[in-house]
């Protein structure tokens, strides 16, 4: 992994090879979800899919941004690129008009309690700067986390809404896709 930043204690680094310990805030957002408010959605498994599906995929390639304290990883977000097949990560067309290696794909994005308060920056200042210096034009994102879409809005411009279904058929999931120009 490379650090490309750090803000105080904090460490945010990237890296294009996959480690189970990233998965480390998306484990701890499942297990409060166990004890709180369960929706029948396991992230973890959906991530482990979507990674193998890419890596899978000799066209795509996957960052895999970390935020670390010390040893304790406190949050990940996934970068897609590559020659995207996006029915991967879109059930409906989307209106993409950029060249495909221009096009980022943005998800997977999880903070920690420990890390909560450095996700915008994190995104915003970190991230986002990362792939405009490698001259990357556009970054998708798709998300159904409702406490985000301001974030995703003030950045970019809603391009789509979706609904999924929990793995168990028992809730649906409303989400929005979000095109954000670097």
Request: net charge positive.
């Amino acid at each position: 992994m490379e650090v490309i930043h750090k803000i105080n204690d904090i460490n945010f680094g990237v890296a294009n090879e996959f480690s189970s310990k990233y998965l480390t805030p998306i484990i701890q957002n499942l297990l409060f979800k166990v004890k709180n408010e369960w929706d029948d959605y396991n992230e973890v498994y959906h991530c482990c899919n979507l990674i193998e599906k890419v890596r899978n995929n000799k066209d795509m390639n996957i960052d895999f941004h970390v935020m670390m304290k010390g040893e304790k990883y406190l949050g990940i977000a996934l970068i897609n690129k590559g020659i995207i097949d996006y029915k991967i990560f879109f059930k409906e067309p989307i209106p993409i008009h950029e060249n495909n290696n221009n096009v980022l794909i943005f998800n997977y994005f999880h903070v920690s309690e420990e890390g909560r308060g450095n996700g915008q920056i994190w995104f915003r200042d970190i991230i986002m700067p990362y792939y405009k210096s490698k001259n990357f034009k556009t970054i998708y994102v798709k998300s159904s986390h409702q406490k985000v879409f301001s974030l995703y809005s003030r950045l970019g411009t809603e391009i789509g809404e979706y609904t999924s279904s929990s793995d168990n058929q028992l809730f649906l999931r409303k989400g929005k896709i979000f095109e954000i120009t670097l």
